[in-house]
């Protein structure tokens, strides 16, 4: 009896100990805290998620200013017709229009956010897509993974070269093509939605997607 105690107790110090280890396994992998429920726009040209929100503080950001923010989205071609994601901007509380990075240097500095404003709402031309903004099963975070994002740029050179690969000005689709490719905007408070403008055939359509509510930038 005292041999059969004496091998319980080893077993169940054994079966304590492997799952404290595990714990520690799966605490160590964890590389990224979900900020708020993503969402995804979706009509019968096109499918928008808002993958990530990332600034200075994480490695894989181009951004190299923390008055700026790299909004990570993925962009889909669901029609049959070639189509051009022209730009994207932020629209703020008033309802004016900021527009994105369109160089590398932008984004090393802090922005002129007045010189950045492009309009207001009332006077921009282009329509409405017709289409609906769902949540879907994924969350924005506050580091960008490495299936989204290249490796860190080692220098200038490479940095802007990454810039121009992965900024969202201009980018032309074929059907069923797709972008993960990035707006650079900033950081400002007041963020509203991010207003995705697009030609297809001679139609120059936008898109809203509504920031989530309680978005936080991690610091």
């Not at 169940?12 to 280890?21: H, K, P, S």
């Not at 051009?84 to 956010?113: E, F, M, W």
């Not at 506050?142 to 980018?171: C, G, M, P, Q, T």
């Not at 069923?176 to 207003?195: R, T």
Request: contains cysteine; proline residues 3%.
């Amino acid at each position: 009896m005292a041999a059969r105690s004496w091998y319980t107790c080893v077993f169940i110090t054994i079966l304590v100990l492997c799952n404290a280890c595990a714990q520690t396994r799966h605490e160590g992998s964890q590389t990224a805290t979900p900020t708020a429920t993503a969402v995804r726009f979706e009509s019968r040209d096109l499918r928008v998620t808002l993958e990530a929100v990332i600034g200075i503080e994480q490695e894989r950001s181009l951004v190299r200013n923390p008055e700026w923010l790299e909004y990570v989205l993925s962009i889909e071609n669901l029609g049959h017709t070639d189509l051009t994601v022209q730009n994207v901007k932020l629209l703020n509380d008033d309802g004016r229009y900021v527009d994105s990075a369109s160089s590398y240097q932008q984004i090393t500095v802090a922005p002129d956010v007045s010189s950045q404003v492009a309009g207001t709402v009332g006077r921009q031309a282009a329509g409405t897509a017709a289409g609906s903004v769902i949540p879907y099963g994924g969350s924005i975070v506050s580091v960008i993974s490495s299936a989204v994002a290249a490796s860190a740029a080692e220098d200038e050179a490479d940095a802007k070269r990454l810039f121009a690969f992965r900024v969202l000005k201009d980018v032309e689709l074929a059907p069923n093509g797709q972008v993960n490719g990035s707006a650079f905007l900033p950081k400002i408070e007041g963020a509203n939605a991010l207003v995705i403008r697009y030609r297809i055939a001679d139609k120059v359509e936008t898109i809203r997607l509504a920031l989530p509510a309680g978005m936080q930038y991690s610091e």
